[in-house]
């Protein structure tokens, strides 16, 4: 008898945390990722609280442990280095869900499990409901069937222009763009956010000897890709920003320059197909909540289908997901609107609103 196949549309965050989801239920997981290796780009990702829990419902509690470095504080600054406020990271999430900062390439090697059916160079051009399950035409020409298809395949997915083609990415509203580098730490020890008038810098440690730096604008401005705009926007900023901008102006052919993208759309599935990860709601990344939504919804779409009626598992997932998702989605506007407000007014205010907006945001996702 032939066994059930799922189609998954991207070997990224959410496509291979799926893949293991599904398996780990016995449901066969074929894996479609365009890229010759796993993507590994030099860069690191911050993975709060909830994020650590989800990889260890995924079984991989011990093996993140050993990657990267965990997050004890966080503290929000002004451009001329004044503490707005701290947190303290550790007291909030307490010891199984502590926040880390792990190396990109650290995290996908550590989803990605050796399988005959993860499929490399393997490019999906579009996918279709048919009788009992989901048709995906491939690059090569060639035709599948599947019982069901979870496009997983990021902000730009082919599989979510298949089912709603009308749905176009917009612009975060902090940020057309940002730039992200690795670079020698400059004695940081935590997450340490400064923010000034109509920009933004953040550094985390991957280690003792390098930490991920981030830098947008605030308030929606254009962040053009010539590095010169992160000396020229950041040359007022304190110790120890000055040496990762220097570092950045040496070494261009490390620094990544991206758009922030965001999905906000009604529905995330329709017929057997169904989006997850970026694809279905990508989010500027205020709150670092894209790994950690990525691997929920991929826990969740694999225990749906794991219950059965295949049917309807891509309204139930999404049922089960919706809130939460707008609940991140509504906090990063509203942080995002907070640093387009006057300067004098933001530094008044953080003291008290961003103790409180990190409270909101995370008490929430603490628990399922
Ligand atoms: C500037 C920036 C900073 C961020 N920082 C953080 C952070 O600190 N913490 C955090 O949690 N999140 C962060 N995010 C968000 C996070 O990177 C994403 O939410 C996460 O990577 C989503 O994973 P995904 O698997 O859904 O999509 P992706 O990582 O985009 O993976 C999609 C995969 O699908 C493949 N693919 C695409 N099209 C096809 C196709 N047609 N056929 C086959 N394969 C295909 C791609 O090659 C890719 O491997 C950040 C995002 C940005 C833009």
Redesign the pocket.
Known sequence: MRQESVLV???????LAVARALRSHGIRAVV????AHT?APGLA???PGN?VTAFAELGLKDELEKTGRPTRRREYRSAAGRLLFEVDEDEFWGPDSRPRCVRRSDLLALLDEPHEDNRRR????SVRPSAGGAEAAFADGQVEQHDFVIG???????VRQSLFPEQTSSSAVISTA?F?IMAPNPGVDCFTAWSGDGSAFLLIPVDDDEVYA?ASAAGGGHVDADPSWLSRTFASYPEPVKPVVAHAQRRPDALYH?P?EEIRIGEWSRGRIAL????AH?TA?IW???????VEDALTIADVLAEGDWDTAGTRYQQQRRERVRHVQTATDRFSEALALPLEVRELNMPIAGPRAYREVFGPLRSK
């Open positions: 549309a991207g070997g990224g965050i959410a496509g479609s990722e365009r890229t993507s990702i911050n993975l994020a393997s490019v999906i051009e997983a395949d990021g902000v730009r997915s082919v940002s992200r981030f991206s922030i997850i990860g970026d694809a990508a990344p670092a909540q894209g790994a950690a939504l990525a």
